[in-house]
């Protein structure tokens, strides 16, 4: 793996491998005993566990579905579109293999259960899901249910930040303290405080393995080796000793984990000069990560030469946003024709009685992109977007427009495909196995793919003009 991890994260990644494995395998049973091979991942917020999923997703090349069980939507909800099981049902069969992520297990408390109904259903769905017996089949995924038992990774994740802080005391009266010399004694005794808990149903935790995976946040020592690490990675100061051990203190005592990290980075990039942001940029879009050894912009060129290397820069940058732009234009018109041939396929006023899982999800669509409109313009908000970034997206290219009416279009094109990228995971969700919606699944996912590609390189060219003009 490139991407550095702590060893709590390291040894969790280890043990998260092995249920891949034995998943992808499909071990079901020795001697009529069925593998209990549903990780459950504990760790306080911010520490890695759906990074570590998503990243064993990628490593296996499997598809991921991602599930907050809090906003687990019951049968019977109004708002039918959004009903878990069956986005679980079309994740399923629109896949030969996959993840699925449940995540926030430890949401659903004993307290909660007998509040409400709702509360109680979403009970009952998590556990059938999770024994994927054969209540599914009356629950919706009618003829999956093998598919999904073969075929398909389950993990669940859960914070359990009380349970962390109740065994950080517990540490702290016995004299355990949050360093290397103690890892693994942190990590047995977070499980075991998981284990004594009694607020999440017992009957839930035991359709989990019993070994559970726990990932520990940074220690102070963790902190202070990324802090070194990422300031050398921008060719910035090294930190005097007490002041690096200052700041990684104040990382721990956070309690955000990874995230503190994160924001740290983003400080240290606000510190760096426009010169050395560009620099930063070009050497990794090219491959190369800056070394001491690497001088910064200031270094190897006069004022003028500079100025020569940021025209060029900026050139190639327009270059390749120009041609994002072009092949995202191209997409969209190809995905509106896609689309508005499902839309018109069942007549102009979409007759429900003909209506597939498939259009229906298209009007779905709509109401999330533009809720303020008319419901009856719903069904045909997605393809009048595609419509404008295919039309938009040629004319924004065209060298007769003036620089201000390019950055006018570049934004809104931005803002358009920003919306629609974020909702293509609940098309392909929908997209079944005709011909015609396997031609929609390719083209939106290239869709998404050319998008990415846009604002990438809009996001080069506004790091060498804060206005984000164009040229």
């Given at each position: 793996?490139t991407?550095?991890?702590?060893?709590s994260?390291?040894?969790?990644y280890?043990?998260?491998?092995?249920?891949?494995?034995?998943?992808?395998?499909?071990?079901k049973?020795?001697?009529?005993?069925?593998p209990?091979?549903?990780?459950?991942?504990?760790?306080?917020?911010?520490?890695g566990?759906?990074?570590?999923?998503?990243?064993?997703?990628r490593?296996?090349?499997?598809?991921?579905?991602?599930?907050?069980?809090p906003?687990?939507?019951?049968r019977?909800?109004?708002n039918d579109?959004q009903i878990?099981?069956?986005?679980?049902?079309?994740?399923?069969?629109?896949?030969?293999?996959?993840?699925?992520?449940?995540d926030?297990v430890?949401?659903?408390?004993?307290?909660?259960?007998?509040?409400?109904?709702?509360?109680?259903?979403?009970?009952?769905?998590?556990?059938?899901?999770?024994?994927?017996?054969?209540?599914?089949?009356?629950?919706?995924?009618s003829?999956?249910?093998?598919?999904?038992r073969?075929?398909?990774?389950?993990?669940?994740?859960?914070a359990?930040q009380?349970?962390?802080?109740?065994?950080?005391?517990?540490?702290?009266?016995i004299?355990?303290?949050?360093?290397?010399?103690f890892?693994?004694?942190?990590?047995?005794s977070f499980?075991?405080?998981?284990?004594?808990?009694?607020?999440?149903p017992?009957?839930?935790?035991?359709?989990?393995?019993?070994?559970?995976?726990?990932i520990?946040?940074?220690?102070?020592?963790?902190?202070g080796?990324?802090?070194?690490s990422?300031?050398?990675?921008?060719?910035?100061?090294?930190?005097?000793e007490e002041?690096?051990s200052?700041?990684?203190?104040?990382?721990?005592?956070?309690?955000k984990?990874?995230r503190?990290?994160?924001g740290?980075?983003t400080?240290?990039?606000?510190?760096?000069?426009?010169?050395?942001?560009?620099a930063?940029?070009a050497a990794?879009?090219?491959g190369?990560?800056?070394?001491e050894?690497t001088?910064s912009?200031?270094?190897?060129a006069?004022?003028?030469?500079?100025?020569?290397?940021?025209?060029?820069l900026?050139?190639?940058?327009f270059?390749?946003?120009?041609e994002?732009?072009?092949?995202?234009?191209?997409t969209?018109?190809?995905?509106?024709l896609?689309?508005?041939?499902?839309?018109?396929?069942?007549?102009?006023?979409?007759?429900?009685?003909?209506?597939?899982?498939?259009?229906?999800?298209?009007?779905?669509?709509?109401?999330?992109?533009?809720?303020?409109?008319s419901?009856?313009?719903?069904?045909?908000?997605?393809?009048?977007?595609?419509?404008?970034?295919a039309d938009?997206?040629?004319?924004a290219?065209?060298?007769?427009?003036?620089?201000?009416?390019?950055g006018?279009?570049?934004?809104?094109?931005?803002?358009?495909?920003?919306k629609?990228?974020?909702?293509?995971?609940?098309?392909?969700?929908?997209?079944g196995?005709?011909?015609?919606?396997?031609?929609?699944?390719?083209?939106?996912?290239e869709?998404?793919?050319?998008?990415?590609?846009?604002?990438?390189h809009?996001?080069d060219i506004?790091?060498?003009?804060?206005e984000?003009?164009?040229?």
């Amino acid at each position: 793996m490139t991407t550095q991890l702590t060893p709590s994260q390291e040894r969790a990644y280890g043990k998260l491998d092995f249920f891949f494995h034995l998943g992808l395998n499909g071990i079901k049973a020795v001697e009529g005993i069925s593998p209990r091979t549903i990780p459950l991942i504990a760790g306080p917020s911010g520490s890695g566990k759906t990074f570590l999923v998503g990243t064993l997703a990628r490593k296996y090349n499997l598809p991921f579905f991602s599930i907050n069980i809090p906003n687990w939507i019951v049968r019977g909800a109004k708002n039918d579109s959004q009903i878990t099981l069956e986005q679980l049902r079309d994740f399923i069969s629109s896949n030969e293999k996959g993840v699925i992520f449940l995540d926030e297990v430890n949401k659903l408390m004993n307290s909660h259960l007998g509040q409400s109904a709702w509360t109680a259903d979403i009970f009952t769905e998590c556990i059938a899901f999770l024994d994927q017996d054969e209540r599914l089949e009356a629950m919706g995924l009618s003829g999956l249910l093998e598919k999904l038992r073969q075929n398909f990774i389950i993990v669940g994740a859960a914070a359990f930040q009380d349970e962390w802080q109740q065994s950080q005391k517990q540490n702290s009266s016995i004299g355990f303290v949050a360093s290397e010399q103690f890892p693994q004694d942190q990590e047995s005794s977070f499980a075991l405080t998981i284990q004594k808990q009694n607020t999440i149903p017992e009957e839930l935790l035991f359709r989990f393995n019993d070994n559970l995976i726990v990932i520990l946040p940074p220690t102070q020592e963790e902190y202070g080796r990324r802090i070194a690490s990422l300031r050398s990675s921008l060719l910035m100061p090294e930190l005097r000793e007490e002041e690096l051990s200052t700041l990684a203190a104040t990382a721990v005592s956070s309690g955000k984990a990874m995230r503190w990290l994160e924001g740290y980075l983003t400080e240290c990039l606000s510190q760096l000069s426009e010169e050395d942001l560009i620099a930063l940029a070009a050497a990794r879009n090219n491959g190369v990560v800056p070394t001491e050894n690497t001088p910064s912009s200031q270094e190897t060129a006069p004022p003028k030469r500079d100025r020569k290397q940021l025209r060029a820069l900026r050139d190639a940058s327009f270059d390749r946003f120009e041609e994002s732009l072009k092949n995202l234009s191209v997409t969209s018109r190809k995905l509106h024709l896609l689309l508005e041939g499902v839309l018109y396929g069942y007549g102009a006023e979409l007759n429900l009685s003909k209506r597939t899982p498939l259009s229906e999800c298209i009007t779905s669509i709509g109401e999330c992109i533009a809720p303020e409109e008319s419901c009856e313009h719903y069904a045909f908000i997605l393809v009048r977007g595609l419509n404008y970034l295919a039309d938009k997206g040629l004319r924004a290219t065209s060298p007769v427009i003036s620089s201000v009416e390019r950055g006018k279009l570049g934004k809104e094109i931005e803002r358009i495909s920003t919306k629609i990228s974020s909702v293509i995971p609940h098309l392909l969700a929908h997209c079944g196995e005709s011909a015609e919606e396997r031609a929609i699944r390719e083209v939106a996912l290239e869709f998404v793919v050319h998008t990415e590609g846009v604002h990438r390189h809009l996001q080069d060219i506004r790091a060498m003009d804060a206005e984000g003009g164009f040229r």
